[in-house]
């Protein structure tokens, strides 16, 4: 089976002093060698915290369910064996590449650092594989810029940067949290079609991490869009942004203003902000903002309020659809 | 256009150079480079651009939270580009700012009633009437008057914007200045406070200098667009010119650039990919700011600096050697 990675109910919360947070609360997913899964959602949704699960990297936090990597579990590994697995079979790169970056050494440096820790590589095998990797993530005349340090490099050129170190040590999985929110729309694109051709070429499993739609739309094979810590719908992109059946994704992508539309009606906002993680409701989330439980007779309002709803299949076994909603849209036209 | 409400000539912001290790102050950075721009009343016009091509520093120096090095301002008749601040007061009723991140312009130590009504104590009004006004506001922006006296931490970051705007609107100007008013919030949320700018403009008359990054939402709010490049604007136009047969190659390349929510036309779509990253201010290329990195770059732009002209008819300017004129625009 080509599954790279499997997270089974995985859940996240974090002890405060004003009670627990459960900032993920049983999301579960899959990604194939090969393939974009997007993770969306808006501040507080979780997905930022969903990665940093899978990566091992949360302190203090309770995680528990199934983090599986090529079958290998992950949850409750230790450090010692977690660190064999972080950096070399998944890597991660972050929102803000200055700030991941350590000023006070050269990129070419930081690339080799993980290489030669998980290879036993020397100092100089390790520079050579910096270089190698500058190249590959299109840095021009990589053997003079392996010895520059980060503040000498563009904010375009620091994401390649990342991108390279975080590839050094050929992982099968990456992850990539917002990687082009900091950046410039026309970098963007740069960096995204980076991204997409060292995928190809290396058949790299891919998880997207962005607030952003129109990223998630040229990207993701895959959708997990999560609200309020928990899926509120998932399904093959194209099926997504074609026929999506949770009222939140369906209003989400209602109130984009958009390129290719017209901008004379205004544009339809979802009421209301997103839910507190601290005193979630028992019902479902997204119930206090949704148009569809407001419409609904008494008895369906009183069941959202209430009941939360469970993630169910939408539309026949091969389409991978699941929303969580107890008042689902039909998809149109492909049923 | 009648009499604009806004008439910019010329503006040039200049900093002083960053200092080196040697202590002398390095090269100035002409961040803003000669703006002109109209605007009417009623009017939105959107200040397009990337990080760095001065749109800030332009609205900055509009309101004069930054004094222009040269160029002038003409707010309603009144030249106020070199007005001393004392001079200035009786204007600033009549122009407002809105900034990016509603809690850190908020001052967190204030209730909203305080905040809100700041402008209104600082133009002369007494506490009764202001706290009053201030209370109209916030039913005017959407949010419950009773809460007049919490703090800015209390509410959220859609509702601290409406906060934000509640005070640039208290002393009932003509214009605001926003700047990046909706990119620190949600989607979610972005929607529901374009929607409330735009209720505002026609209930009010405002007419709105709208600054952002973030092109579909500029398309949505601007009547004019003016797209900037290190400092200059390269094009500026009607909105349906400029997004729908853009005239300058960097305004089609930023127009390509952003992605759409919708797979399949991603798909089909024809993108032009900018090599490399905008230049620096500090040291800007001769020639066109543009050549580096425009695909049709020839040797005259590597030269002569191509000044704002109009192309085809509507009135559209654009700054280019070679600009793209598709049929009859």
Redesign the interface.
Known sequence: MALLLEVEDLKVAFDTPRGTVRAVDGISFAVEAGRTLGLVG??GSGKSVTSLAVMGLHHGATVTGSIRLHGQELTGLGERELGAVRGRRIAMIFQDPLSSLHPFYTVGEQIAEHYRVHFRAGRKAGRAKAIEMLAEVGIPEPARRVDEYPHQF????RQRVMIAMALACEPDLLIADEPTTAL???????I??LIARIQQDRGLGVVMIT????????V?HEVLVMYGGRAAEQAP??RL??APAHPYTR???D??????DG?DA??????G??PSLLAPAPGCSFAP?CARTTAASAEEHARCLAERPPLDRLGPPTAGHLAACHLPLVPEGIV | MAEPLLSVRDLVKTFAGRRGRTGRPGAPVRAVDGVSFDLGAGETLGLVG??GCGKSTTGRMIVRLLDPTSGTVTFDGTEIGGLSQARLRPHRRHLQMVFQDPYSSLNPRQTVARIISEPLLVQGAGAEEARQRAGELMELVGLIPEHLDRYPHEF????AQRIGIARSLATSPKLVIADEPVSAL???????V??LM??LQQELGLAYVFIA?D???V??VCDRVAVMYLGRIVEIGDKAQV?GNPAHPYTR???S??????????RARE?I???G??PSPADPPAGCGFHP?CPKAQQRCRTERPLLEVVGTGGRQAACHFPEVQGVS
Do not use: C, W
């Open positions: 808006e501040s563009s904010g375009g050129m410039d729309v026309t970098v963007q694109a740069q995204l079609d607030h952003d739609l129109g990223v998630v739309a040229r993701a992109a194209e942004f074609a209003g989400l992508l109130s984009l203003p958009r390129l290719d901008d205004p544009l339809r906002a979802i009421p902000s997103p903002r | 990337e990080s959220s970051g859609g509702q949600d989607v979610s949320v972005q929607a529901q374009v929607n735009e209720q990054h092109l579909s939402v398309k949505r997004y390349a930023l127009l650039a952003v992605p759409l929510p919708d797979p399949a036309a991603e993108r990919v900018l090599l990253d905008p990195r």
